[in-house]
């Protein structure tokens, strides 16, 4: 059973910064895609960033580009979000996402989706 968590959400400032880390377990993820959505109440979730199995093919949402960097680990089958110069409308609960598929990541209705974690961010 495929199993993903996320931490190292929390509260910042504006214009500070966290770290957020997924591990996922449960099978082999070669070749799997893997990356952050977020959401926040009464609103569609959203893609934040992505990455391929060989880090080859990174994607980022546009609100987010040059702010956060998504890395991953294979060996320890993780995938990091490090989020700097953090803005207000940043501030939602942020989702892991593992999926076979890099060009169909940002389709909700598959992989395999972590619990979330909360990140909020003060003005």
């Known amino acids: 059973q495929v199993q993903l968590v996320e931490s190292g959400g929390g509260l910042a400032q504006a214009g500070g910064s966290l770290r957020l880390s997924c591990a996922a377990s449960?099978?082999?993820?070669?070749?799997?895609?893997m990356g952050w959505f977020r959401q926040t109440p009464g609103k569609e979730r959203e893609f934040v960033a992505s990455?391929?199995?060989?880090?080859?093919?990174?994607s980022y949402a546009e609100p987010v580009k040059g702010r956060f960097t998504i890395s991953r680990d294979n060996a320890r089958n993780t995938v990091d979000l490090q989020m700097n110069s953090l803005k207000p409308e940043d501030t939602a609960v942020y989702y892991c996402?593992?999926?076979?598929?890099?060009?169909?990541?940002?389709?909700?209705?598959?992989?395999?989706w972590g619990q979330g974690t909360q990140v909020t961010v003060s003005s």
């Open positions: 996402k593992v999926q076979l598929s890099f060009t169909a990541f940002l389709r909700l209705n598959m992989g395999f």
């Open positions: 990455i391929d199995w060989g880090g080859d093919m990174i």
């Open positions: 449960g099978r082999t993820f070669e070749s799997y895609t």
